[in-house]
């Protein structure tokens, strides 16, 4: 059966349950249980210290009513920074490729910030929409321009982590595609391309790392306006 390049974006299934949930929660099995111990492991330091540094970048730029979502926004960086790693295994599935689950995490966390700037200053947050000193013949067509890129922010989110993570599985899938079919013709331009597609792979590495950094970032900030 011949399979396209895009059959490695569909969930597999096992008995007609789809994989994508055992997919999802995987990644928490692989960081290690708390310990009442003083002494805890060198993995469990390690955790420990990468979380610290993921927390004090996320709540540096907010005040302290932020820090209130220090946890969430925590624990997104680090789901979706091992689902995004975890996916470039071979044999192995990445949710986060799928618009569906991007727009899911996007949407609610987009609109609690909304919400919560509507609630604690409705004036300040109403005030993003219309610039100050805006002439008046603008004011309408700047209230639609600015409802719009407000409204499109959970998409944005979505599809840009979607766009980068599936453009990056495209390529290495395409490059390894190739060095397979010109190694038995041409094995000196297959060592070639093997060696772009491990640079590549690398490159797909930090853009995992980067992208999952990037969507909370930008949900921090989009809490910065509203708090």
Do not use: C
């Not at 925590?74 to 949710?95: A, C, E, H, K, Q």
């Not at 690398?202 to 509203?226: G, H, P, R, T, W």
């Amino acid at each position: 059966m011949n399979l396209s390049f895009f059959d490695q974006f569909s969930s597999p299934y096992l008995l007609g349950i789809p994989l994508i949930l055992i997919s999802m929660t995987f990644p928490a099995l692989l960081l290690p249980s708390l310990d009442n111990r003083w002494v805890t492991s060198r993995l469990s330091t390690l955790q420990l210290w990468f979380i610290n540094l993921i927390t004090k970048q996320l709540m540096t730029p907010l005040n302290k009513k932020g820090h209130k979502w220090a946890l969430i926004l925590t624990s997104l960086m680090v789901f979706l920074l091992m689902i995004n790693l975890l996916g470039l295994l071979p044999y192995t599935f990445t949710p986060t490729t799928q618009l569906s689950m991007n727009l899911a995490l996007a949407f609610p966390l987009w609109l609690a910030t909304l919400l919560t700037g509507l609630r604690n200053q409705p004036s300040v947050s109403l005030g993003h929409l219309l610039p100050e000193g805006t002439p008046t013949l603008l004011i309408p067509a700047l209230i639609m321009i600015e409802t719009t890129s407000l409204l499109i922010r959970p998409l944005a989110l979505g599809v840009r982590l979607t766009a980068n993570l599936t453009a990056g599985h495209l390529l290495i899938q395409l490059i390894s595609t190739a060095t397979v079919a010109l190694y038995p013709t041409m094995p000196a331009v297959s060592l070639l391309t093997l060696l772009i597609l491990f640079l590549l792979t690398i490159l797909e590495v930090a853009v995992a790392m980067i992208q999952a950094y990037v969507f909370v970032l930008l949900l921090s900030l989009y809490l910065q306006e509203n708090i």
